[in-house]
């Protein structure tokens, strides 16, 4: 699995164990809007800040030699869109 699909699993998980945990009360019509409000702002932000966390990896450098070089990229209809660096590890 990748981290992405675990990520998800998780955080799938975690909303239906929420769900069930949250006792039902009766509804009740009130001007206010509440911890539900809050809850949701903070948990939004917190998985967005661990989404973004890792939009962008460091490079891993492995022992031995990097030769890096410059390979032309195209899009799928065929035309050149410009160069792209990419390195091997020896």
């Given at each position: 699995?990748?981290?992405?699909?675990k990520f998800a699993a998780v955080l799938t998980?975690?909303?239906?164990?929420?769900?069930?945990?949250?006792?039902?009360?009766?509804?009740?019509?009130?001007?206010?809007?509440?911890?539900?409000?809050?809850?949701?702002?903070?948990?939004?932000a917190m998985i967005g800040a661990a989404v973004?966390?890792?939009?962008?990896?460091?490079?891993?450098?492995?022992?031995?030699?990097?030769?890096?070089?410059?390979?032309?990229?195209?899009?799928?209809?065929?035309?050149?869109?410009?160069?792209?660096?990419?390195?091997?590890?020896?």
């Open positions: 699995m990748t981290t992405k699909i998980a975690l909303t239906l164990a929420t769900t069930l945990a949250i006792p039902s009360n009766d509804a009740q019509a009130r001007p206010r809007w509440g911890t539900g409000l809050a809850v949701g702002l903070i948990g939004g973004a966390s890792q939009a962008q990896a460091a490079p891993v450098y492995v022992d031995g030699y990097r030769r890096c070089r410059f390979v032309r990229q195209y899009d799928a209809y065929g035309y050149y869109v410009g160069k792209e660096r990419v390195c091997h590890y020896y």
